[in-house]
C-alpha cells in the first residue's frame, strides 16, 4: 500500500508535468481578449438577451448567442462520478482545469478574431449556478447578473416551447409550471446572491426593470463596472449586426421598452399560489410582494 509520502510525490510529479500534458492549440488565428472575459448570467426570460445585443453593438465587445457548452465541461469538476472518474486516469483537478481552459479560450479566442473585436464576452443564462467554476477556470472574469420580478419572469417562462420540460406526461398543468418557473427563479437568483457574497468586485447586478426605463445610465454603470468607454450608439442596438447567433428567442429581439405586471391577468388564485411562493424571495431582492 502506497504511504502518504509515496502519494505526495506522485502529485508532485504530476503538476511538474501538467504544461507537458495539458491541451495545446495552435495560436492562429486567435485573439486574446482584451480585458477580463464577461459573463451575462440570470434566469431566463430576465432580460439577458437584452443585454447581450447591447454590449456585442460595442466597438470592442463581441458577445454571441447562447452556448450552453460549458456545462458539459464544468460537470467535470463540480460532479464527483466525472471526478473520480477522471482521476482513475490519474488526471486531477489541476490538469482537468488547466484543459478546460486551453479548450474554452480556444474556442472563444477564434471566435474573438473573426469578429475582428478586442474583448470577448458570452451570454447563456443557465451558466448562473457556475459561475465559481468559470472563475476557477478563467480566473480573472466579469459577471453581469439581470435580475426581474419573479412573476413577470414566470409569466414570460410559462408558454415557451423549451419549458415542456418539466411536464413530461399528463396533460398541461398552469399551476403546476408557474410554480416550476418561480423555482427557477428562486435558484438562479440564490445561486448568484451566494457567488456574489463572496466576489463582490467580480459582479454587478442589473434590473431588468431598470434597463428598460432608463436605459443609459444603466448601461454607463455596465460600462463602467467592465472599464469599457461609453458609446452612445449602442442605445440604437437594434441598428447593429450581431455577433453569432444561438438566441432561444429569435422570433424579434428584445426592446429597450418596460414589459411587467402581465401577470395580474392570471386567474385570482394563480396570483395567490405564486405570490405566497414569491414573497419571502421578491422582498429580499427588494421588490413588492
Known sequence: MATLLDRIRRKIRRLAALPRSAVVYSSD????????????????RSGTTLMRQVLDSHSRIACPGETWFLIG???????????KGLEALGVYREEAVANIRAFVLNYFERFLYREGKARWADKTPGYVEFCPEILEVLGDVRFVFLLRHGMDVANSMQDRPWFGLIEPEGPPDPVRRLEA???????????????????????????????????????????????EPWEPAILNYQAFPHSGGGDHDTATRDRIAPNSGNYRTWP??????????????????????
Open 29 to 44: 488565428g486567435r485573439r486574446p481578449s482584451g480585458g477580463p472575459p464577461i459573463f451575462i448570467v440570470g434566469c431566463m
Open 73 to 83: 465541461l464544468l460537470e467535470q469538476l463540480r460532479n464527483g462520478f466525472f471526478v
Open 181 to 227: 418557473a418561480a423555482r427557477w427563479w428562486i435558484k438562479a437568483n440564490d445561486s448568484f446572491e451566494a457567488f456574489r457574497s463572496k466576489h463582490p468586485s467580480l459582479c454587478h447586478v442589473v434590473r431588468y426593470e431598470d434597463l428598460t426605463t432608463k436605459p443609459e445610465p444603466v448601461i454607463r454603470g455596465v460600462l463602467e463596472f467592465l472599464g
Open 268 to 289: 385570482a388564485e394563480h396570483q395567490r399560489v405564486i405570490g405566497e411562493l414569491l414573497a419571502p424571495h421578491l422582498k429580499r431582492y427588494g421588490y413588492t410582494p
